[in-house]
């Protein structure tokens, strides 16, 4: 992904929990195409309404490893880190923004976006894709997998079980 023209501000949001490969590329590709991103973060409170398939470390956690991440690629300096308490979050009602930078997983939310701000009179926003890392098995990278192996590999002789099931495809039975 190349800077084609400039984008003075972006932003980019998530959860960012287990900051993961994943994360760390969308946020190094978004800092490469913008002069100033904001980074909205997921509070806790809006995390407990999204009801995640996973746990969620604390927002206090999560944005101390964030500005880890953010100072050792040297980026921090152009970033500003924001709370997002809804789906809208700041990007459906900052007037300074240009663009969004998302993956193909969240694209639609993008386009959610887009049309609020639209109805507000705001700008749409130029929507950037980055793709997506993928894991061993080609499928993108995400927190809830790899809590999901953690736990099982952390707790596998301890019989431990979650408290909850997350959320799985139905597998076909083989013929």
């Given at each position: 992904?190349?800077?084609?023209?400039?984008?003075?501000?972006?932003?980019?949001?998530?959860?960012?929990?287990?900051?993961?490969?994943?994360h760390k590329y969308l946020l190094r590709?978004?800092?490469k195409v913008v002069d100033n991103l904001?980074?909205?973060?997921?509070?806790?409170?809006?995390?407990?309404?999204?009801?995640?398939?996973?746990?969620?470390?604390?927002?206090?956690?999560?944005?101390?490893?964030?500005?880890?991440?953010?100072?050792?690629?040297?980026?921090?300096?152009?970033?500003?880190?924001?709370?997002?308490?809804?789906?809208?979050?700041?990007?459906?009602?900052?007037?300074?923004?240009?663009?969004?930078?998302?993956?193909?997983?969240?694209?639609?939310?993008?386009?959610?976006?887009?049309?609020?701000?639209?109805?507000?009179?705001l700008n749409p926003l130029v929507i950037?894709?980055?793709?997506?890392?993928?894991?061993?098995?080609?499928?993108?990278?995400?927190?809830?997998?790899?809590?999901?192996?953690?736990?099982?590999?952390?707790?596998?002789?301890?019989?431990?079980?979650?408290?909850?099931?997350?959320?799985?495809?139905?597998?076909?039975?083989?013929?």
């Amino acid at each position: 992904m190349k800077k084609s023209k400039k984008i003075r501000v972006g932003i980019v949001g998530g959860t960012f929990s287990l900051l993961h490969t994943g994360h760390k590329y969308l946020l190094r590709e978004a800092a490469k195409v913008v002069d100033n991103l904001i980074i909205g973060v997921t509070s806790d409170k809006f995390v407990k309404e999204m009801n995640k398939d996973h746990p969620v470390e604390p927002f206090s956690i999560r944005i101390n490893r964030l500005i880890e991440f953010l100072r050792e690629e040297k980026i921090l300096e152009k970033c500003r880190i924001v709370k997002i308490d809804d789906f809208m979050g700041p990007a459906g009602r900052m007037k300074e923004l240009d663009a969004i930078i998302v993956t193909d997983e969240t694209l639609s939310g993008a386009l959610e976006i887009n049309a609020y701000r639209v109805k507000l009179g705001l700008n749409p926003l130029v929507i950037i894709t980055v793709n997506a890392v993928l894991d061993e098995t080609g499928v993108p990278l995400s927190s809830t997998k790899l809590w999901v192996r953690d736990f099982l590999l952390e707790n596998e002789k301890t019989g431990v079980v979650p408290s909850h099931e997350p959320k799985q495809e139905q597998q076909k039975p083989n013929n």
